[in-house]
């Protein structure tokens, strides 16, 4: 069931409306609660009801709110998403394409059950481009034209981690879908970006800091940076005009092992 806390029509119809998927943890939590204070409406997606509602009571007083349970990979709870974001506020004005999961961790290649490497494909991959396509619909024919979505790249959209195989794949997918979205947007005033993000502290990354297996077989803690620094950079991104884009953006843990291969 949908579930919406809003200020009057009036008010909502002044503001920008944002659909974050992933929205009821880590990453995509800090995105939504960031434009929410920023006094974005935001329809938050994601599988799980009660996560989805715990990031909506994080929305400040008076903050607009639609909360819509959603498994990216589904073409029919996309579709009834963005029919439900329509309904409540008429309009999309930013995607952040935020929906992934890392699939079964250390697990080698030669290893890796089909059944896993086709569930992260499923969500990191053919999810982003549903919520996309949806998105790019919605944008092409509203008026006024135009909007914006922003793909949650990775690191790995570069580089690769041992035993990612599935994961990483999903990610260079992405840079592809991003540039591709990007040039067919241009007639209609959509503009596409990418954040690639590296060792962001959330749930997903708590191991991190005790200890990640590196490319020489090694283990090694490596360091992390706020989730708020994240958050801050996509609502930049999101603010601009849509005659300027960030195109690609990196946003990593300073120390991390990354540049320079350390």
């Not at 409306?17 to 800090?30: D, E, H, Q």
């Not at 005009?241 to 291969?261: C, W």
Request: proline letters at 5%; glycine letters at 10%; charged letters at 20%.
């Amino acid at each position: 069931m949908n579930s919406v806390k809003t200020t009057d029509e009036e008010t909502v119809g002044a503001q920008q409306i944002a659909v974050v998927t992933g929205a009821g943890s880590g990453i995509g939590r800090a995105v939504a609660v960031e434009l929410l204070t920023a006094g974005w409406a935001v329809a938050l997606a994601g599988r799980r009801p009660e996560t989805l509602a715990e990031t909506a009571a994080l929305a400040p007083a008076g903050g607009a709110v639609l909360s819509v349970r959603t498994d990216v990979s589904r073409p029919e709870d996309v579709a009834t998403l963005f029919a439900a974001v329509r309904d409540r506020f008429g309009r999309v004005d930013l995607l952040f394409n935020n929906a992934g999961t890392f699939g079964p961790g250390g697990v080698p290649v030669e290893d890796l059950p089909y059944e896993a490497w086709r569930h992260v494909v499923d969500t990191n991959l053919n999810g982003a481009f549903l919520c996309a396509q949806a998105a790019y619909r919605q944008m092409r024919e509203q008026d006024p034209r135009g909007g914006r979505i922003i793909n949650n790249g990775s690191i790995s959209a570069h580089t690769p981690r041992p035993h990612s195989v599935a994961y990483t794949a999903t990610k260079h997918a992405l840079t592809g879908l991003t540039k591709s979205l990007s040039l067919d947007g241009r007639p209609y005033g959509i503009a596409v970006g990418q954040i690639d993000i590296g060792n962001a502290a959330t749930d997903m990354t708590a191991g991190m800091q005790t200890g990640a297996l590196q490319a020489n077989g090694e283990t090694a803690p490596e360091p992390v940076m706020d989730v708020a620094d994240v958050a801050r950079t996509v609502r930049h991104m999101a603010e601009l005009p849509l005659e300027a884009n960030v195109q690609f953006a990196t946003v990593m843990a300073s120390a991390m092992p990354y540049v320079g291969r350390g």
